[in-house]
């Protein structure tokens, strides 16, 4: 029984110095998530759309086969600092918004998921997903 409470006790200590080692990781900056939305994402659902997202807030819609683009800007932002066309939606802390304002509309998104190569983002007048893979 004494090996047992000695073999607990250090793989309890053992667990103990592991997790303060582990360094805690903060959820990332406006900044770089800013960053790691600019680039070219094409649509997964419908392949003809392409967003392009530019790092000076600059946003683009193409959808293949119409010669017409959709021009506007882009921004994040989180719940504790939204935009003026944001503030009537439940936003949660924690959460990164996308703002797109594009030929008069304002189109509001949830960050569902992002990584170097997706993203995904739920659209929160509708609530439905949009999914888009990385061009450049």
Same mark, same amino acid.
């Given at each position: 029984? *004494?090996?047992?409470?000695?073999?607990?006790?250090?793989?309890? /200590?053992?667990?103990?110095? /592991?997790?303060?080692?582990?360094?805690?990781?903060?959820?990332?900056?406006?900044?770089?998530? !800013?960053?790691?939305?600019?680039? @070219?994402?094409?649509?997964?659902?419908? @392949? !003809?759309?392409?967003?392009?997202?530019?790092?000076?807030? @600059?946003?683009?819609? !193409?959808?293949?086969?119409?010669?017409?683009?959709?021009?506007? !800007?882009?921004?994040?932002?989180?719940?504790? *600092?939204?935009?003026?066309?944001?503030?009537?939606?439940?936003?949660?802390?924690?959460?990164?918004?996308?703002?797109?304002?594009?030929?008069?509309?304002?189109?509001?998104?949830?960050?569902?998921?992002?990584?170097?190569?997706?993203?995904?983002?739920?659209?929160?007048?509708?609530?439905?997903?949009?999914?888009? @893979?990385?061009?450049?």
């Amino acid at each position: 029984m *004494a090996k047992l409470d000695i073999l607990q006790k250090l793989t309890w /200590a053992i667990a103990l110095l /592991a997790a303060c080692a582990t360094p805690v990781m903060g959820a990332p900056s406006l900044d770089s998530v !800013r960053h790691a939305l600019a680039g @070219t994402w094409q649509s997964i659902d419908d @392949t !003809r759309l392409e967003r392009e997202l530019d790092p000076d807030g @600059t946003a683009t819609d !193409r959808y293949e086969g119409d010669s017409s683009a959709a021009h506007g !800007r882009w921004l994040v932002f989180q719940s504790d *600092a939204p935009p003026p066309e944001a503030k009537g939606h439940k936003l949660s802390p924690g959460d990164y918004y996308l703002e797109i304002q594009e030929n008069g509309d304002v189109l509001l998104f949830v960050l569902k998921e992002l990584s170097s190569q997706s993203l995904s983002l739920v659209y929160l007048e509708r609530g439905n997903t949009i999914s888009f @893979t990385r061009l450049k």
